[in-house]
């Protein structure tokens, strides 16, 4: 896939603003989708995930919507918090038949005071 | 119980040695994945692990990656002839059988120098 280098797509919110993170996906057949969180220095966490058959899932203060017309997921943080700063990633399963994720590539999310 | 770990959290190598990357999963997990995170990347699959069955290994990047995993517990990713290029974090994973609920490591940070 592309490379983005060493510069990742940074979003800067202020502290109990509402946060938007974008993802575009590859796959139309893509049936299964996630997000994740990366805190530096650790491994990803789980976040929310949506199936393809729906189009908005909510969670504890975050929100995921899935565009299937244009490939387009994105993950709402309401009141973000400092706590919330780190790399946010989605993750899309390509077909029932795979047992893998595929990766994007990140969008760094900074929380100020 | 405990999550997932790997060892060392870092390693620093000479150009051409070799090296093992080793990952605990969760006990009772049967599938474990592994993934290659360059700086300020996405996750990059390299190889899946369920249970009893052939290993799907069609994400490592050269044949001087291998890996290996005992029954359901133990993994190890070895690199042989290690290059500038392989340097990064090496992310272990595993689920309980169901590619959306994997839970990441800490990572182990490789670098050649």
């Known amino acids: 896939g592309e490379s983005v280098g060493l510069h990742l797509p940074t979003l800067s919110v202020q502290e109990g603003d509402n946060s938007i993170i974008n993802c575009a996906y590859s796959n139309s057949a893509s049936d299964y989708f996630i997000w994740y969180k990366q805190e530096s220095g650790k491994g990803p966490q789980f976040i929310i995930d949506?199936?393809?058959?729906?189009d908005k899932r909510q969670g504890q203060r975050v929100t995921v919507l899935l565009n299937k017309t244009v490939k387009h997921l994105s993950l709402q943080i309401a009141a973000t918090q400092p706590g919330d700063s780190a790399v946010y990633f989605c993750?899309?399963?390509?077909?029932?038949?795979?047992?893998?994720?595929?990766f994007g590539k990140g969008t760094m999310l900074l929380v100020s005071p | 119980g405990a999550g997932v770990s790997q060892s060392p959290s870092n390693k620093v190598t000479e150009k051409g040695k070799d090296v093992e990357l080793r990952c605990d999963p969760i006990s009772g997990h049967t599938a474990l994945y592994w993934y290659r995170q360059r700086l300020g990347q996405g996750l990059e699959f390299l190889i899946y692990?369920?249970?009893?069955?052939?290993?799907?290994k069609s994400g490592l990047p050269s044949d001087r990656f291998s890996a290996e995993r005992t029954g359901e517990s133990v993994s190890t990713l070895t690199i042989q002839r290690t290059q500038q290029e392989d340097s990064a974090v090496y992310l272990c994973?595993?689920?309980?059988?169901?590619?959306?609920?994997?839970?990441f490591g800490p990572g182990t940070r490789l670098t050649v120098t």
């Open positions: 692990f369920q249970g009893n069955s052939a290993p799907d």
């Open positions: 949506i199936r393809s058959n729906m």
């Open positions: 993750a899309e399963r390509l077909d029932s038949g795979y047992s893998t994720l595929t």
């Open positions: 994973a595993s689920s309980q059988n169901r590619v959306y609920e994997q839970y």
